[in-house]
Every structure is written in C-alpha cells, then in structure tokens.
C-alpha cells in the first residue's frame, strides 16, 4: 500500500511545471486509466488461475488478444484508417467490448451445454479460435494498403500513454461492477483453488461457479483490452509476484495484493518512462519484456519438478 501511494505521487507530481489546476486534472486522467487497467488485468488473471489450477495461464490463452487485433484489422481493411480513426471512441469501445464478450457467450454456452463440460476443452478450443483469428488478421494485413497497415500496426499496440478520457466513466463503472460480484465471490474462490472434487464435495455448484467466474474474467478483460490493448504476459507477471509476497490461498488477500502489485508496475513505469526516458521506449514492451522472461522460468521450474 505504501509503495502504491509513493508511486501514485511521485507521477502526480515529479516534473511538474506552470498551472497545478491543470497539471493535477491531467494526470489524474492517465492515473484512473492505468488503476482501471492494473485492477482489471490483475484480478481476471488471479481468477483464471483460480478456476485452472494452472499459474502460468492467463485469460490470453482464451484468444481475446487474438480477437482484438482481428477487430482492428477488419475494421481498417472495411472502413479505412482515416474514417476508424475519426469514429467515436465510445462506438468503438462498445463493438469490441461486445464482440469478445459474444465471442466468450457461444464458447461457453456451447461447451458447458455439452455431453462433456471439459475446462480443458474450453481452453483447447480458445487456442484454436485464436491462430484461427491470427491467421484471418494476418492474410488481411498482407493485402492492405501499406499506411493504412502502419497505422493499424501502432492501433495493436498496448498503448499506456493515449487512455481516452471519454471511455474512463465506462470502464470504471464496469470494473467496479464485476469487483462487487467478485467480492460476494471470494469464499466460493476460496473453496474452487481446492480443485473441482473438492468444491463439489463441499457443496459448491461447480459449473455455475466456474460460468460465473468465466463471465467475470471475460468482461474485464474485454474491457481492459479495448481501454489499452492487449498485455498478454502482466497478469502473469503480477499474479506470481502476489504469490510470492503473500502465500496465502485467501482471494481476499491474493486480489487487492495483485491489484496493488499491478498498480505499481504500470504507475511507476509510466512515470519512469516519462521522467527518464522521455518516452523514448513503450511500457507496454518492457512489461512483456518481463512477463516473458518469468513465464520462461515457471515454465523451466515447473518442468525441473
């Protein structure tokens, strides 16, 4: 908590100059959106994980980030980067948002309608929709105009810098809707990281829980994805840092600890990035960067095991 509110003021105030009513209104804007994305990314992370008995996987194993680049794609390839570029950000917001979580809703009402309600064959089949949408983005992306494809290039980047003031209401509202669902939850979370035997044998609806669960991550993500972009590794990243801080199995601890932990990283490297480097590099590459490299190695020490 300290170091959260450290890094909360050193990039409300480190290099600060002129009119505070303007400097402090301004921040304050990039600040909510990096909370929203911190909050959003951590806590669908830690629940994904929750419901998979897996730490190394993450909410992008589903194919959302897959999803959103084919979005981007079809939507320059169709209309054009200019007439894109000139819609209302809030109409954009609202077709992505809408599309991964229809998206998720057929998956999960075609699986878990099913003979056999496999999570495992959820996951297979996420993996599967999201080289096919890769393979879709990839084909229109050779056949489109080459600016308009530069300008689509920089519209699929995480892009920490650029949060649209206008979509901030939205995606606060959203977040600390499912935070409350999520909140009434935490014992159910509890019992569901004892695996599915175990939270049956305990009297818990399994598969209600898990759909519930799976609705939840689904829209923040989705909402995380369309505020940034897609960050496939940092919910890794700050999920396993919450482990390691706190090893506990308690959500009511792990949650606002990862949420924490992800508030850190995205606040003090945006203002690292501001402050020293002058944006001379993207946050969103640095966090993959290291999301990356501690995937490698749970990977490699799940594999010496």
Known sequence: MAATAVAVVAFMTLGARGNWSFVLPFR?????GLVIVAVAIAISTVMFQTITNNRILTPAIMGFDALYALIQTVLVFTLGAIRVSAMDPRVIFAVETGLMLVFAGLLYRWLFSATV?????LLLVGIVFGVFFRSISGFLQRIIDPSEFLILQDRMFASFNGIDQSLLLIATVIVLACGAAVWRMLP?????????????ALGVDHQRAVSVTLVLVTLLVAVSTALVGPV????LLVANLAYLLLPTARHAVLLPAAALVAMIFLIAGQTILERVFAFDTALSVVIEF?????FILLVIRGAAR
């Open 28 to 32: 304050g804007v990039k600040l909510a």
């Open 232 to 235: 496939a590794f940092f919910g």
């Open 188 to 200: 159910v979370l509890d019992v569901l990281a004892l695996g599915r035997d175990h939270a049956i």
């Open 290 to 294: 290291i999301g990356g490299v501690v």
């Open 117 to 121: 309600r496999s999570l495992h064959l």
